[in-house]
């Protein structure tokens, strides 16, 4: 994907894409009046930006090493009975000295002649700050992780779990803001970001998809209050939308300065400064 600019007016006028799965086709123009990009965490936007106007957007990043490993599992019978008739189980991370935590969550209930299976399929999560990631190649191996950073009680139920789906990880989460309240009139006309395009946020604390729905009822009271010109809406937005993102990015970032390894990126991507 490509803007379609007119630089001496500082405006976007459309995009220009390709069909992902067929990158030797022909590529397609899309004009629009407005154009709302809201097509989540891994866009380029910025470097678009550099590219069509010269300009550079304020960035940070915080990489705090957060990491998943999950999947669908039927638990069996422990030997104790307190912890056999907890369905939904959970331990949550609070760097720096428990970077480790887990959750489980019930499906559904299965039907089994065993007798000493729980009768029940669920999710079941494992979860890491500070690198410490929980390994996805065996389940003898992930075992032997929570046997070292988590209680004996969550080893027992993970030892009597029999997994039923692949071992999933997810290693790519931080805390990536682009600070486009801070650009002024510098930022085109007619073009917003919105949502994870702005900001993305440790999901821990669940403020990804309230920032995005905030910003997306923001941008429609802006059209709404009907006396603005259509030239200065993206500014207006970004203004309105970066005080949006400041609370959300308050309410996610401040535990994660606890974090021992914390990696900062700040500035334009292709000139970053790093501290670790
Ligand atoms: C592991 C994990 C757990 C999370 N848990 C939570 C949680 O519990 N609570 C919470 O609030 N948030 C959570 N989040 C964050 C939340 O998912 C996001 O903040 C939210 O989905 C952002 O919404 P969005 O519409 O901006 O982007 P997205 O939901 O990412 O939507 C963008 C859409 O654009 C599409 N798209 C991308 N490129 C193109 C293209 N070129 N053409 C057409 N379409 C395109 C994508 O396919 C996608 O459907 C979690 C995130 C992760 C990674």
């Not at 949550?92 to 399929?121: C, H, Q, V, W």
């Not at 604390?205 to 603005?228: D, M, P, S």
């Amino acid at each position: 994907m490509q803007l379609i600019v007119d630089q001496s007016l500082n405006i976007v006028k459309g995009i220009k894409y390709r069909q992902k799965h067929h990158v030797d086709s022909s590529s397609i123009d899309l004009y629009g009046d407005f154009i709302i990009n809201c097509t989540g965490r891994n866009i380029s936007s910025v470097k678009w930006l550099k590219e069509s106007f010269n300009l550079i957007v304020p960035t940070i990043q915080i990489h705090f090493g957060l990491g998943y490993a999950t999947f669908i599992g039927e638990r069996f019978k422990t030997g104790d009975p307190s912890l056999d008739s907890k369905h939904i189980i959970g331990y949550a991370l609070n760097a720096f000295d428990k970077n480790a935590g887990f959750g489980i969550t019930p499906i559904r209930e299965i039907k089994t002649m065993d007798e000493n299976s729980l009768g029940t399929l669920s999710t079941l999560l494992l979860q890491c700050v500070n690198y410490e990631y929980p390994p996805n190649d065996s389940y003898e191996n992930l075992l032997e992780w929570i046997k070292e950073k988590l209680d004996p009680e969550c080893y027992s139920i993970f030892k009597s779990t029999k997994i039923c789906s692949p071992l999933v990880s997810y290693r790519r989460t931080i805390d990536d803001r682009k600070r486009v309240g801070q650009l002024g009139k510098k930022w085109p006309q007619n073009y917003v970001l919105l949502g994870d395009t702005i900001c993305t946020f440790n999901p821990t604390y669940g403020q990804g998809v309230t920032h995005a729905c905030r910003q997306a009822r923001e941008l429609r009271k802006i059209f709404q209050e009907n006396c603005h010109k259509l030239k200065d809406i993206s500014h207006i937005f970004n203004r309105r939308a970066s005080a949006i993102t400041e609370e959300c990015w308050l309410l996610s970032t401040t535990n994660d300065w606890k974090t021992p390894i914390l990696k900062i990126i700040k500035g334009d991507p292709k000139v970053l400064t790093r501290f670790v």
